[in-house]
């Protein structure tokens, strides 16, 4: 089975949240050991006494990243399915003030809701509080959104699923070397921070250590796009359109979609679809733009911006059941139920911690 | 809701909470009985049998249809029904174990060990007779449940406080509990075939296996087991035990109400 | 009552954390949490003490879902083994005991209001982020996501700019 589970059949669920629990002990365990089930400790980074929670994080951040470009450039998963399915949206203002009162939460709770759990299961009274205030606070909130001005906050700045490498247009590798790079260099900074204010030292022997290993995951992942070719490329995936949303706009409303269909004129004679227009790939890209979307049936090397790939062609658009409708003049079948055992679609707001 | 009344042509009324924490507190109460026998410097503790009895009941009784027709229960002994078995077991367990506190006599530490076992198996017995629902058909049931209330037991043993010596004894019998518990979840898997799908794969796959065998049994042997090394006690592991008893029962009176 | 002062340096247990991470994406296909869950265990105590309520507000009653149950979730589940393994992590590093931490120069009420008014703010601002530092930084800065990453600096900036005025609570 290739890497992730999804939600294939009941029986898997249930295992999946056997999963759940042991990767939380897991979680749980190294967030003790890092020190973060204690309050002094994690408010120190505010200062600049201790700047542990810096360290931690984004050393797991870059681990992570960097690890999953490895595992995509080598073919275990994709990258934007499973980013997608990760992360949640972008949502700018509630995500930009939200981390601010966040932060701001965390410095006079001296917890994050994930370490104040860990810190309520080390006997922390103070933790086991803030555990209370995160429950009320998330509770309140609900209350909150009932206002609609709170409601247009909540869903303001809302940019789909928006990654850093789409912001900045390389392929997603480098942005990752990129990442790790800036983050050995804030460590460094760190350290000095550190030892001028805090005066601890980690020992260098560790220091050369955890970097160097950054420097070697970081080479690796670059490397794996100069040897699995088409990754970069493939990470941006073409986007599609499904043949059930065609048929479907091709009922309804015709005019509002350019259809055109790159396969050879013999092929197209055979079978094609109502309105479609035959046109040579190579003219594709001096085509006029009318303001419409624009729709390509067949295989075609580069999308011209702003076109959508008809999924699985002229195969798909002759299996819809909708289309059969069409042409024998049966009544359109009614919508199909939600598919099981299929690679469930990214949730509608993403992953991650959204409720 | 639930009437406690067995009419051969009656449906099988809906269990909750209440019967769960009846058999909870019921294997509570076995385990102390057998712990304060068996171990003699924790003979005080015996007093929580009684107490835990009677909460137990009291959480049954509330939630009784008809509360008068409990007095029926001891109009006659029906060998052949286990309710009617438990209701006189509950019965003697008041004088047996009141007088071994107050007046530790060999004979009523026998007679306390031998109510014990009965009042823990009595509970599974009660469920695995019922062989119509699927997740009590084994009567590896009575020695699951025995085993979890003498582990219960252990834990709130631990909770209060004792000596070291005592609560290494004490820690010692919990974790043999947990490994017996184990052992004992094991064949009965093994005895209930088709029913044991409800736990793996079935709708009740995750709650058992994180909170009952995980949290409830896992994780506090491990935290014991420190303990026991590095002299140190702390009360996380008993708490997760007794929630996992909880747990155990409260899933299983639910699983056997499930069709498969 | 502390025994121990043993911590893992920060970078080794970064490479933990990042290990863990990378497990949970590629076997699960989905990011750690934290608020995901307290939200839901806010609604399931909802729910007990007043339902009427709970299915009046549809942002309540949409939690739910059409599971079973409204704590029938992977977060859920997740935040139960995190537990877990802080207990373990405490107890075996003689970390484990009743304890305030922030006591010393405020009072133990002032911390403990300070604690639960944080606490309420971090639940807050978590909704509103669609996760906390363990969902939305760790997981979706991980992979890059943009607004976890303008998430993860403001968390940074609110906790600086709070600093000062909390200086008393932690020096």
Known sequence: MTFPFTELSAAAREGGL??????????????????????????????????????????????????????????????????????????????????????????????????????????????????????????????????????????????????????????????????????????????KVEAMLGGQRTAKRVRRFAFATVVALVVVAVVTIAIVPGTAVASQRPSTISASDLARTVIDAPWSVRIIDVRDAAEFARDRIPGAQNIKPESLKDLPDDGRPVVIVGNVRGLPPNARLLAGGMAAWNAEPLVRAMTTGAPPPPPPPAATGVIQKPKKHGGGCSS | MIELEFTPHGALPVWGWEIAVYLFLGGLAAGAMILASLTKVTRWFIFVAPLALSVGMLALFIDLESKLHVWRFYTALRITSPMSWGAWILLLIYPATILYGLRPAETLRRLNIALGIALGAYTGVLLATLTARAAWSSLFLAPLFLVSGFSTAAALAMLLPLGEEERQRVRRWDLIAIGAEVVVLGFFFLDLRGGAALFFGGPFTAPFWSLVVIAGLIVPAALELVESRRHIHVAIAPTLILIGGLALRWIFVLAGQTAI | MERSEKFWNPYLAGMALGLVLLATFLIMGKGLGASGAANRIGVFIAERIAPGHVAANPNLASTKGDRASVLDDWLVFEVLGVFLGGALGAVTAGRFGAKIIGAGNISVAARLMF????????????????????GQALSGGAVLSVGSWIFMLSVFAGGYALAWFMRREWS
């Open chain 1, 18 to 191: 056997i999963v759940a629990v042991l990767i939380g002990i897991a979680f749980g365990f190294v967030l003790e050991r890092a020190g973060f089930g204690r309050a002094d400790k994690l408010a120190a980074q505010f200062y600049l006494r201790d700047m542990r929670v810096f360290k931690v994080m984004f050393t797991a951040i870059v681990t992570a990243m960097l690890g999953l470009m490895i595992a995509s450039g080598f073919g275990l998963a994709s990258l934007r399915d499973l980013s997608e399915s990760i992360a949640s949206w972008t949502w700018i203002w509630p995500m930009l003030i939200g981390g601010f009162v966040l932060g701001a939460g965390f410095i006079i709770s001296g917890y994050c809701p994930g370490t104040s759990i860990v810190a309520a299961a080390s006997g922390n009274i103070d933790g086991a509080v803030t555990v209370g205030g995160v429950i009320t606070g998330t509770f309140l909130y609900s209350e909150l959104l009932q206002i609609p001005a709170f409601q247009r906050f909540h869903n303001s700045g809302a940019k789909g699923a928006w990654f850093l490498y789409d912001l900045i247009k390389v392929p997603p590798q480098v942005l990752a070397a990129a990442v790790a790079v800036m983050a050995i260099l804030a460590f460094i900074g760190a350290e």
């Open chain 3, 115 to 134: 604690a639960f008014g944080g606490g309420v703010l971090m639940g807050l601002a978590a909704r509103a982020a669609r996760g906390c530092t363990s």
